[in-house]
């Protein structure tokens, strides 16, 4: 096996029961949802009972997330398996920057709490939805949202697939327009028009939450979503910019590859990030890790 590289996944992956068998079968887990639930003592029953709907809210599904994903990155440590390299898709990289070694679990946690409910607010004060747009090119579906004034392509997945935000009423018509061009639109489970200019006051307001925190060197190469490369100059800036700003995810899959990942582990709910990274190369080993038997699946 060459570099493992671990990946945390974003928003729109997360469902009811997410965790639970987890922290069942591994006490690395369970020490993971107990910190959690510390320092938010509803976190771990929010994601083994919550409902869909409670955990669509960007305030609750971010550190939900957060707790489900390191708790996988966890049992995997207990199994013996470390990451090389990392990244996260959007509030995944805040559990990437903790597992780097860079914030402690608390400081994480702080962040992305905060990180979920200035955005939260920043979804409520809009009319904005996101889609996925597959079987386009990033160019034409850069033409297609130029002729709208509040339609934004924001997540730069794969080839064929890029992740707009935008005004509901416009996104409408957008999607008839992604249907004539030969295109599939596809709505996303998420709360609000994130990675966009809607989201520019919520940034400004996490910068100033970043502004106290200590963020130290990663110990593994992190990958920032704002540039799609490795951790360079100011952590805080590429933290906070981040959140009104698209997300370059197959450039980082690339440089990762660059760099010798030939294993990329997803971290957390679902399979959505597994499914990209087949995309940009299908050479590369993917498992995902929701449960205890998905950890004996990766080869060693």
């Known amino acids: 096996m060459g570099k493992i590289g671990f990946v945390f996944a974003g928003q729109g992956a997360q469902y009811p029961g997410m965790g639970r068998e987890l922290c069942d079968a591994s006490p690395a887990a369970a020490r993971v949802f107990a910190e959690a639930d510390a320092l938010r003592a509803e976190t771990s029953d929010m994601c083994f009972s919550g409902d869909s709907e409670t955990l669509m809210r960007t305030e609750n599904t971010q550190p939900c997330m957060f707790a489900v994903e390191l708790a996988a990155a966890a049992a ?120 966009s200019p809607y989201m520019k006051g919520a940034a400004e307001k996490f910068a100033g939450v970043l502004e106290n925190i200590d963020i130290g060197e990663p110990k593994i190469p992190l990958y920032s979503n704002y540039t799609g490369k490795p951790y360079e100059g100011d952590a805080r800036e590429l933290l906070s910019r981040q959140i009104c700003s698209p997300v370059y995810w197959e450039r980082i899959i690339r440089g990762m590859i660059a760099s010798g990942a030939d294993t990329f582990v997803e971290l957390g709910p679902g399979r959505t990030l597994s499914g990209i990274i087949k995309r940009i190369d299908g050479n590369v080993k993917i498992y995902n890790v929701e449960t205890k038997d998905d950890i004996t699946r990766i080869e060693r």
């Open 76 to 195: 995997l440590n207990e199994a013996g398996i470390y990451a090389d390299m990392t990244a996260g898709f959007s509030l995944g990289e805040i559990a990437a920057l903790t597992y780097s070694g860079a914030v402690s679990f608390n400081t994480g946690f702080h962040l992305v709490s905060e990180r979920g409910r200035l955005m939260g607010e920043a979804a409520d004060g809009c009319h904005a939805v996101m889609a996925a747009v597959l079987k386009l090119s990033n160019d034409a579906v850069s033409e297609l949202a130029g002729a709208y004034e509040n339609v934004y392509p924001v997540n730069y997945n794969c080839p064929g697939q890029v992740s707009v935000a935008g005004d509901a009423d416009e996104m409408e018509r957008f999607a008839l327009d992604v249907k004539a061009a030969g295109g599939r639109y596809m709505p996303l489970k998420v709360g609000g028009g994130f990675h």
